[in-house]
């Protein structure tokens, strides 16, 4: 329920580092005052309400007794013979709620204090002892969660007909199409008590490996640096490609010397998904793509309408990589290019101050409507944005919500870059999400990974276009471009390999482990399916290098970054279309993220099918037209 958006979990091209401007303190942005949600993690009305968390947990505890009882018998439960289980599921939800409320606002500030100053040790308690509550709230929840999946519609409706319980119809709904899928509770508690140290643990191990792993990286200058893979990695966005070549093969031999514990990382995972489907398989059949689809709501038909649309482009995302190789003098990109920045000018830029910075995106939004504008100035009036500079703060930018408050909060380090820039206006736009969802109650204000990223990018669009009509300087339009560009080349070649990778890679894995070779196979077919002739060779150990395979709660964690590219894409066609009429059509979009399926609000407020193919091919016209910008620039 708490609405993390992390910029470092996004392909970075959207947030590719500007090495052009003039940075530093003066440009620095403002500091957040968060005082208004609690003083400090240590001061008395945190404890209190950690306190408070606790003792709602011990309710919910005993609150799920009789909820566990009926759990046997859940699929005849009557609402009317069974009127005492509807009230105990009732007060359940009410409490839970509360709980997660509580739960979520303290773990938010905890996270904003450590976020500013990583040596906080009081905040990193307090995260820790919040995950471990958070798992007693899951732990009390799963008789509840059952219940409702295998309960009659009748008794369903009887819950749902209070004005608390109203709000998790749709929630709820959709964990009842999965009723066929669940196990006997006592299995259910089994797999989750069994997920940390068998499913997490592959997960925490790939964490280990990649955080201490060192990689070699032999410099242009004949000087060898020995560096951490984050490091090593964001060298990959420098300007100078010799030097990010010889970061690529630092950090392909560092991932070739593990490649055994990476193969049996992404063969153990994806083996317990395969044994947990069998399990759930009892009454239908469960398909590998099942889960993600679910969790992005989404179905089959619109996977595969994107897919197509995608298949068909492939060629308009070569065309970026091709024009970006001809900015950089080669005939071909490598693999050590694909996040590279705009090759850099002579002359750095003076950079945009804070201010400017602010002023700018402001007028973006007020483009868009007024009121956008003005929610903007609220933001830094009211003192919602981090942006400074400080030796201890982490890096990256989200935007995080305070679910007791509602009050967004965006957080970001500004030093006057343009990138920085584009990162506010998108950070802001997740604010903005959340300012329109406030007195949406918050089962209802959850929304999938699929249209999470809408709102920011739609954000970002606004700036875009604002930019690129009032730059006056060459270099920041062409800045601009290159970053379309290689939008086109991630969202329409990079993404769509990563999952024909994985796609492919669980084909094959019930007939037994796949090797370290045999992965990289499947790696190199997928990128010469996606990436053809467009670089001079392709990336056999992207499958080792990228975490978004190794992680245990997701899988495919990757075709949803171009739906919602695309989506937003296709959002902000609208804007042009239903003209004064457009904002009213936007907001009410942004409000049913968190309660429609994605094809039941593209219908409603668009008035579009995105199970078909035409709807993602209108929005990749829109990138076709950025690349042929790009190639007219690059070319000029
Ligand atoms: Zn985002």
């Known amino acids: 329920m708490i609405t993390i958006h992390d910029t470092t979990m996004f392909p970075p091209s959207l947030f590719a580092p500007d090495g052009a401007t003039g940075t530093g303190q003066e440009h620095a942005g403002p500091a957040w005052d968060l005082s208004g949600e609690y003083p400090s993690v240590t001061s008395p009305d945190y404890t209190a309400d950690m306190d408070r968390l606790r003792g709602l947990i011990t309710q919910l505890d005993a609150m799920s007794k009789p909820i566990a009882d009926a759990v046997p018998r859940a699929a005849g439960l009557d609402p009317a013979k069974d009127r005492a289980v509807v009230d105990a599921c009732q007060a359940f939800a009410g409490r839970l709620v509360e709980a997660f409320t509580l739960q979520g606002n303290l773990a938010v500030y905890a996270n904003c204090s450590s976020s500013v100053d990583g040596s906080d040790d009081a905040a990193k308690t307090a995260r820790g002892v919040l995950q471990t509550l958070g798992a007693g709230i899951g732990a009390a929840h799963a008789a509840f969660k059952l219940v409702m999946a295998l309960c009659p519609d009748a008794f369903f409706e009887a819950f749902l007909s209070s004005e608390t319980t109203a709000p998790f119809r749709f929630s709820l709904t959709q964990e009842r199409k999965l009723k066929a899928r669940f196990l006997p509770l006592d299995v259910e508690k089994t797999l989750s008590t069994m997920s940390p140290d068998g499913l997490s643990a592959w997960g925490s191990m790939y964490n280990n490996i990649t955080g201490t792993v060192r990689c070699q990286v032999k410099k242009p200058d004949g000087a060898t640096d020995t560096l951490g893979l984050a490091a090593a990695a964001s060298m990959l966005k420098k300007p100078d490609r010799a030097l990010r070549e010889a970061a690529w093969r630092g950090i392909n031999a560092a991932m070739a010397e593990h490649r055994e514990s990476f193969a049996s990382i992404l063969n153990s995972i994806s083996g317990w998904r395969y044994a947990e489907a069998g399990l759930r398989s009892h009454t239908e059949k469960v398909h590998f793509l099942d889960k993600a689809l679910h969790q992005s709501r989404i179905g089959l038909a619109t996977l595969n309408a994107l897919m197509d649309a995608l298949r068909a482009s492939r060629e308009l995302g070569r065309r970026a990589l091709r024009a970006q190789a001809r900015h950089y003098g080669v005939e071909r990109l490598g693999p050590w290019d694909i996040l590279a920045p705009a090759p850099a000018r002579g002359g750095a830029g003076p950079g945009i ?9 402001r007028r973006a939004y007020a483009a868009v409507d007024p009121s956008m504008g003005d929610f903007v100035s609220d933001m830094a009036k009211k ?14 930018a989200y935007c995080t919500e305070f679910p007791a408050s509602r009050n967004p909060f965006v957080f970001t380090t500004y030093q006057g870059a343009l990138s920085e820039l584009s990162t506010l206006a998108h950070e802001l736009g997740h604010a903005y999400h959340c300012e329109v969802m406030r007195d949406i109650p918050l089962v209802e204000a959850d929304y999938p990974m699929t249209l999470a990223e809408t709102a920011s990018t739609f954000g970002e669009a606004a700036l875009g276009d604002l930019l690129a009509k009032d730059a006056a300087d060459p270099g920041t339009v062409f800045d601009l471009a290159w970053a379309d560009a290689q939008d086109a080349a991630t969202f ?50 992207y499958w080792a290098s990228k975490l978004h395979f190794h992680m245990p709660g997701v899988s495919f964690y990757n075709f949803p970054y171009s739906f919602g ?41 668009l008035g579009v099918d995105i199970t078909k193919s035409a709807f993602w091919e209108g929005a990749i016209d829109m990138v076709r037209a950025k690349v042929e910008r790009f190639e007219g620039l690059a070319s000029s």
């Not at 101050?353 to 995106?361: C, I, P, R, S, Y």
């Open 383 to 396: 003192r919602r944005i981090e942006g400074r500079v400080l030796d201890r703060k982490r890096p990256g």
């Open 353 to 361: 101050a804070f201010k400017d910075g602010l002023e700018v995106v």
């Open 565 to 605: 590219y695309l989506f937003s894409l296709g959002v902000y066609a609208k804007k042009d279309e239903l003209g004064p009429r457009f904002h009213t059509a936007y907001v009410g979009l942004l409000r049913d993220t968190g309660r429609m399926e994605a094809e039941d609000l593209a219908a409603k407020h």
């Open 492 to 541: 329409l070649v990079n993404i769509p390999a990563r999952f024909e990778f994985e796609r492919r890679f669980y084909e094959k894995r019930p007939s037994g482990p796949v090797s370290a070779d045999g992965l990289c196979a499947l790696t190199r077919e997928a990128w010469e399916e996606w990436y053809g002739d467009a670089l001079s060779d392709y990336d056999d150990y």
